[in-house]
């Protein structure tokens, strides 16, 4: 879907409201202008914005693809485009973390800012006539106000902020971004980091996913679910005791959590502590709650397996 001056010229009616309060009070955190020059540009095909703008978002982020490669994930044909599901999806397939970002300038500025090109959904024609397209924000100049963007068949497109914005609030400020395993959003909450995590351990490979959820950790070191998350890729890669310090450490911080509980008595099952298996097992139970019949599935293997010790 390439881009339509003369559409766009349509757009300049009603109030930017974001871009106007940005520009009134701006984070003194940031920078006055950035342009991440060196992110790759894919010129697109007819109805293909969607896979060309992924690519050019997985590129960034080092990660290999093609708009052609894509389009079987992304593109819709009933639709002549891409939905905003499959484009996450497909970029947590390659191993990338695809996160949302909030639906404000700030924060897509800030993505930017943090080396971090923002792919976005835009309407470039009226409500009642969508015109869509993905594009990928590269750049911004807040005293010019400006921002930069790949789009269609334009390397480097340059439109008034405000211009911009009546495009994007026409997409509901739709935005994400795609980073590779050792790098989160910068303006990203811990929720929703969390959510696209657990999203990425069922698509990706667990060596990423592993190394997602140590970079998450790192930022949020309690987050129960990043410490299960820890602890289930490093399971999944053989390193039994990884994950058996990551469930401990998820049982110690989360003494009411029968999940860490149950997880910790397999394991510990598995590398032959069987009593110190017996007892997480039994924690479990006790807690009670959705784990407690899994809890107690696990403590029959556990007995099952546990060398008998020879009559006296």
Not at 88 to 101: E, F, K, W
Not at 216 to 231: D, E, I, S, V
Not at 278 to 288: Q, S, V, Y
Request: charged letters at 15%; hydrophobic letters at 45%; proline letters at 7%.
């Amino acid at each position: 879907m390439p881009v339509v001056l003369f559409v766009l010229a349509l757009l300049v009616s009603g109030c930017a409201t974001q871009t106007r309060a940005l520009l009134q009070h701006a984070p003194e955190s940031l920078p006055r202008r950035v342009e991440l020059a060196t992110t790759p540009f894919h010129p697109q095909e007819r109805y293909q914005c969607g896979p060309a703008a992924l690519a050019m978002s997985l590129n960034a982020a080092g990660i290999a693809a093609t708009p052609d490669a894509l389009v079987s994930q992304v593109y819709v044909p009933q639709r002549e485009g891409s939905l905003q599901p499959e484009m996450l999806a497909a970029g947590r397939r390659h191993g990338a973390l695809s996160v949302t970002i909030a639906p404000q300038m700030d924060a897509l500025l800030t993505e930017v800012a943090a080396g971090n090109p923002v792919l976005v959904l835009q309407n470039l024609s009226l409500q009642w006539a969508p015109l869509w397209h993905y594009a990928v924000v590269i750049g911004y100049d807040l005293d010019r106000e400006e921002i930069i963007l790949r789009s269609g068949t334009t390397e480097r497109l340059v439109l008034p902020l405000s211009t911009f914005e009546h495009t994007w609030a026409r997409g509901k400020y739709w935005g994400m971004v795609t980073l590779p395993p050792d790098r989160l959003p910068a303006s990203a909450d811990e929720a929703s980091v969390v959510s696209a995590l657990v999203a990425l351990e069922k698509s990706a490979t667990a060596a990423r996913a592993h190394q997602a959820y140590a970079t998450a950790l790192r930022r949020w070191p309690q987050n129960l679910t990043l410490q299960l998350g820890y602890g289930n890729t490093a399971y999944a890669l053989g390193d039994r005791a990884g994950a058996a310090t990551a469930y401990s450490r998820a049982a110690e911080q989360h003494p009411d959590s029968g999940a860490a509980f149950n997880n910790l008595a397999t394991v510990l099952a598995d590398l032959g502590q069987f009593d110190e298996a017996r007892i997480a097992a039994e924690k479990a139970i006790a807690l009670g709650g959705p784990w407690r019949d899994a809890a107690y599935a696990t403590l029959q293997s556990i007995e099952a397996a546990q060398p008998k010790s020879a009559p006296k």
